[in-house]
């Protein structure tokens, strides 16, 4: 089945060692994104590629990047988390068709990080 | 911004009828999205509208007024597995989501 994918489902770090969580998907769907959910909060956008295009949302910490080598994948780095950065992480895709459309947004299961 | 309400909690009983409302202040979006997420897990897709007025699917329906800045999620025959969050989101440049609401049903 057509899907997304996100690995891995549970990650623990450590204060301020590096991680890359990773999404893939089978829909090829142009538009990617990611978004940060902390707990009993809405999904809080970080940032999303449409096509090889990168936009940052203005208030994404300098901490987060993000890599789309093609346009089935697509990777969120941390460079050095805080205990602040501990959150479920959302890999989402979406079809855009051009102004003024609109096409639904699906999600991989997400990655849960535990910053120790 | 935006700046999308939804309730924060609200309760119904198995088997019965809930409305739960989003509003928001914005004119310029293309579609309003709703998602139920349950706890732990990724957000779903429920249901979405682009134009005003009533969309059905099976037991959810949503309903948009562009004019009045307000949209609404509406299940019926509430079931136990319908106690979630549900989300609704704006679609312009990219999706927005509204602080969601947390659905308890009732035995």
């Known amino acids: 089945d057509a899907m997304v994918i996100q690995n891995p489902r549970y990650q623990v770090t450590q204060f301020g060692k590096p991680v890359t969580l990773s999404c893939s998907q089978t829909l090829n769907h142009n538009v990617m994104y990611w978004y940060q959910q902390k707990s009993s909060q809405a999904p809080k956008l970080l940032f999303h590629?449409?096509?090889?295009?990168?936009?940052n949302e203005a208030d994404t910490p300098d901490n987060f990047q993000s890599r789309r080598p093609n346009t089935s994948f697509c990777f969120l780095d941390i460079r050095s988390p805080g205990l602040g950065d501990a959150a479920m992480y959302l890999c989402?895709?979406?079809?855009?068709?051009?102004?003024?459309?609109?096409?639904?947004?699906?999600f991989g299961p997400g990655t849960r990080l535990t910053v120790l | 911004g935006q700046n999308i309400d939804q309730p924060t909690e609200m309760t119904a009983t198995e088997g019965a009828i809930v409305q739960i409302n989003c509003t928001y202040q914005?004119?310029?979006?293309?579609?309003l999205f709703w998602y139920q997420q349950h706890a732990g897990e990724a957000p779903t897709f429920l249901s979405y509208?682009?134009?005003?007025g009533l969309e059905e699917k099976g037991r959810f329906s949503s309903f948009l007024s562009r004019s009045k800045g307000y949209s609404y999620l509406l299940l019926k025959e509430l079931q136990m597995k319908d106690s979630a969050s549900y989300l609704c989101a704006l679609y312009g440049q990219n999706f927005v989501f509204g602080p969601g609401t947390r659905l308890s049903v009732l035995p």
């Open positions: 914005t004119s310029g979006f293309n579609g």
């Open positions: 590629y449409y096509d090889k295009d990168f936009n």
């Open positions: 509208n682009v134009l005003d």
């Open positions: 989402a895709t979406s079809s855009f068709g051009g102004s003024g459309t609109a096409d639904t947004q699906y």
